[in-house]
């Protein structure tokens, strides 16, 4: 069973698509006048002349807007889709999820005709977010146990170019580092249900930090720790869009 057919519910809620994130990932897209969106979920990102969507959840598909590409019900290691069958091939925020990286990476290769547009996170960067460092290390130890390098992903694709995306403060894609300077967001549970990380760690787990979180929150002890974030209109979470011309 696909992971978001128990976690993806109120998915289409919280994950609305942020404009300027999709203002970065079109440009990446370029010219292409045909696109495939690999681990689709709900559609976040798809331009219009999307020609198909490939996405193991059933869950996740009937969430789909009223118009959207048609989806095949499919994992993006085994895409029922035939070579080239694409100018563009968009895989967003999903490649951590897939349980061979390789055999995944391979398909968008064969089913691309032009140029793979990745977006995924930087390791290294993300795990250090305010809110797994100091409140929720638990779930970022369980994160690290499925996280793709960025120099590791580039080199499977032949080679890519690295764009940082910044995360603004009024970010309206719920993901995990959406809510930096919003920290009371976390504190709702439909929030972190639409956060694969905290809803694959589970509550029991995450309890005890978001505690914390909470009591740091009323006293005030959060807003003096993180002074420097509250100015700010974007932060460097650690999240990047690799663009592989083919």
Known sequence: MAIYDSIGATYAGTRRPDPRIAARIHQAL???ATVINVGAGTGS??????????EPSSVMIAQRPAGSAPALEAFAESIPLADDSADAVMALLTVHHWSDLEAGIGELLRIARR???VLTFDPDINHKFWLLEEYLPEAAAFGDER?????????????????TVTVPHDCTDGFLAAFWRRPEAYLDPEVRAGI??????GEEVLRPGLAR???????????RRHADLLDREALDAGYRLLVADL
């Open 30 to 32: 370029g010219d292409a």
């Open 45 to 54: 990102y798809e331009p219009p002349h999307t020609l198909s969507a490939v």
């Open 115 to 117: 140029r793979i547009v």
């Open 147 to 163: 996280a793709v390098a960025v120099d590791r992903l580039a080199g499977l694709l032949g080679g890519a170019r690295i764009e």
């Open 196 to 201: 694969s990380l905290f809803a694959q760690t």
């Open 213 to 223: 979180l909470s009591d740091d929150l009323s006293s005030g002890r959060w807003h």
